[in-house]
């Protein structure tokens, strides 16, 4: 019997994790009270449903109340008893969770007065003795659920390998602020800046005019080279310390030309050497 449990903030994506999970043909349960775990499991075992459900996936947080106390102890038995068991713990940015909240108009589970990040400060601390069992803890700020689906996969299909490392590209502009999820932002302002340029000011790093001009230059040239060869001498390292992805980012004033043309040529090296790659120009949605 596999056994899922998604766990993790209010607002992280839990519903996009176990929605993937069903997909993959877990029968999955949502808003599962931890207390009721062992006696799931055991009706599971039972002979009337033996062999008929054989992957499972359970969400459970702080919804359940007086029934989440003691979760990290439950989880921890759960491991202890041999059963193939994962815990994905999914998290994000305080300030990512309250803008969620804000668009959705809902309220935190745990916020009193209505102001979610009262909720969401409590809730970090109740939760962190379950964060510290997770097998997988993926943080969701920068994340599109394509993206959220996608570790999933990775995670469950047993690790991190050349196949199903993710390397997600992106270009932004410093004047909007650096993206929060990057594992590596590179300052790509020492790149003459085509903006000053009148034929090519309105336009963007998408057009090929633009990216010959911001290629041409021997400094950047020596950049592409430089990093291509640092961050591919990477990849290995990562897979063996079981990361699933690498998040890489490109800056520059706003995020219209140099950044964007960096993200593209990079994003077509890696293609072209098979690996998988997504593309967002932050600035440009």
Do not use: W
């Not at 449903?49 to 109340?65: C, N, P």
């Not at 999933?152 to 650096?178: E, H, L």
């Not at 009148?198 to 963007?204: D, E, P, R, V, Y």
């Not at 706003?254 to 043309?261: E, K, P, Y």
């Amino acid at each position: 019997m596999k056994v899922v449990i998604v766990t993790g903030l209010s607002g992280a994506g839990k519903t996009q994790a176990i929605n993937c999970l069903e997909d993959m043909g877990y029968y999955c349960i949502d808003n599962m009270p931890p207390a009721l775990i062992g006696n799931f499991m055991e009706l599971l075992d039972a002979g009337s449903m033996q062999g008929e459900i054989e992957k499972v996936a359970l969400v459970i947080d702080v919804r359940a109340g007086a029934f989440f106390a003691n979760a990290d102890d439950i989880i921890a038995g759960l491991k202890r008893a041999g059963s193939d068991s994962k815990l994905i713990f999914l998290e994000a940015s305080n300030e990512v969770l309250v803008r969620r909240y804000n668009e959705t108009r809902r309220s935190h589970p745990l916020s009193d007065s209505g102001s979610p990040l009262k909720g969401i400060e409590k809730e970090k601390a109740m939760m962190e003795p379950v964060r510290k069992l997770a097998d997988i803890i993926i943080d969701t700020s920068g994340m599109k659920s394509s993206r959220l689906k996608q570790e999933i996969r990775n995670f469950i299909a047993g690790g991190a390998t050349v196949d199903n490392f993710v390397i997600n590209i992106t270009s932004f502009g410093f004047k909007r602020g650096i993206p929060q999820e990057a594992d590596f932002i590179f300052d790509v302002r020492f790149i003459p800046n085509p903006f000053y340029v009148a034929s090519m000011k309105k336009l963007t790093g998408n057009n090929k005019k633009v990216q010959n001009y911001v290629l041409k230059f021997p400094e950047t040239k020596e950049f592409i080279e430089t990093l291509d060869k640092m961050i591919t001498d990477m990849i290995p390292c990562y897979i063996r310390e079981g990361k699933y992805h690498l998040n890489i980012a490109f800056g520059c004033t706003g995020g219209q030309h140099r950044s964007v043309s960096l993200a593209n040529v990079f994003a077509e090296r890696f293609n072209r050497e098979g690996m998988h790659v997504t593309l967002t120009h932050r600035e440009l949605e």
